[in-house]
Nanobody
């Protein structure tokens, strides 16, 4: 399964961005629709952290506390996509953002539990 992420860019604090991630390749439909999907981010010098995780049915979402109430994650299993709407962005949100597909229907915060990763898209928030 290949994941292609896009939508990053430079925005001022308080602005918005929408990240999108599309899965393709053999068995991508079954792999994506049966498993959780997440957005992770990694800032310079910091470990990769899970920003938001949505379950395979979309009925459960787990948030990083720092983004709760500002970001919205959504998935469309028919299109094999997951999106991240980011509002009221802050400079501390600056990072490379990665989409990933878990190896389980309800994901985790550990990158080790994810089998497919997108290439990353850079989000830069200026103050």
């Amino acid at each position: 399964v290949q994941l292609q992420a896009c939508g990053g860019g430079l925005v001022q604090a308080g602005g918005s961005l929408r990240l999108s991630c599309a899965a393709s390749g053999r068995a991508s439909g079954r792999t994506v629709s049966n498993n959780a999907m997440s957005w992770f981010r990694q800032a310079n010098g910091k470990e990769r952290e899970a920003v938001a995780t949505v379950s395979w049915k979309g009925d459960k979402v787990v948030w990083l506390d720092a983004v709760k109430g500002r970001f919205i994650i959504s998935r469309d299993n028919a299109k094999n996509t997951v999106n991240l709407q980011m509002d009221n962005l802050k400079p501390e949100d600056t990072a490379v953002y990665y989409c990933a597909v878990a190896r389980r229907p309800y994901g985790s915060r550990s990158p080790a539990d994810y089998g497919s990763w997108g290439q990353g898209t850079l989000v830069t928030v200026s103050s």
